[in-house]
């Protein structure tokens, strides 16, 4: 079952802006992981925030997490068309499966 | 760098077909898995497995199955192909001191 939701299911900003997902979940996760995919290709791991964590940075992402609303969000900032992809949440719970989200489709305009 | 592969980028096969689709990693990772994934769904997990010989249903199994006689490789297979099978296949490994999953490029399968 697919716990880990996306919002916006689209998102289209101009190269300079911010660009925020957010995910939201429904049960206990041991940790919160953000991947992305260009178009067609496989997933690609960025960042993982653990549930006692509440913000994490890497370079130009932030993520923040906050365990009693079940949500997380990631932050891309100063957004280049490089960053043009498919961003997916996923849920890490006590064994190695990820329970993943629909997606995000980020297109970062020129 | 980790490395997973899959034996196809593109795949195209007849409806009752038996598919065959093969992912190899090369860092030893105990634990894989495949995922298929389709428009607006997200990516579901079909199978996994946590060592050589083991395997586990995920989510959604029905009308796959799954090998893994070796620890770096894990197949899946699709007895009779069908048209609601026409899909984007993952595949991905984790070792078990990790926490991430690192994929393949992704098996784009269309079933005719």
């Known amino acids: 079952s697919q716990q880990g939701e996306e919002d916006p299911q689209a998102l289209s900003i101009q190269e300079g802006e911010n660009a925020t997902m957010n995910c939201s979940y429904k049960?206990?996760?041991?940790?919160l992981q953000w991947y992305r995919q260009n178009s067609g290709r496989g997933l690609v791991h960025l960042i993982l925030?653990?549930?006692?964590?509440r913000e994490k940075h890497s370079g130009r992402l932030r993520v923040t997490l906050d365990t009693s609303k079940k949500s997380s969000s990631l932050l891309i900032t100063a957004s280049r068309a490089a960053d043009t992809a498919s961003y997916f949440c996923?849920?890490?719970?006590?064994?190695?499966?990820?329970?993943f989200g629909k997606g995000t489709l980020l297109t970062v305009n020129p | 760098d980790v490395k997973v592969t899959q034996s196809s980028r593109y795949l195209v096969k007849r409806t009752g077909e038996k598919v065959f689709l093969e992912c190899v990693q090369d860092?030893?990772?105990?634990?894989m898995f495949w995922y298929r994934q389709d428009p607006g769904l997200g990516l579901r997990l079909i199978y996994f497995?946590?060592?050589?010989?083991?395997?586990e249903k995920g989510d959604i199994p029905e009308g796959y199955s799954v090998s893994r006689e070796k620890k770096e490789r894990f197949s899946l297979i699709l007895e009779s192909a069908s048209t609601n099978q026409t899909s984007m296949y993952l595949c991905?490994?984790?070792?078990?001191?990790?926490?991430?999953?690192?994929f393949g490029p992704g098996t784009r399968l269309t079933v005719l």
């Open positions: 991905a490994s984790i070792p078990s001191s990790g926490d991430t999953q690192y």
């Open positions: 497995s946590y060592d050589v010989k083991m395997k």
């Open positions: 860092m030893d990772h105990e634990n």
């Open positions: 996923a849920r890490g719970g006590s064994n190695y499966k990820l329970t």
């Open positions: 925030i653990r549930s006692n964590e």
């Open positions: 049960t206990s996760i041991n940790n």
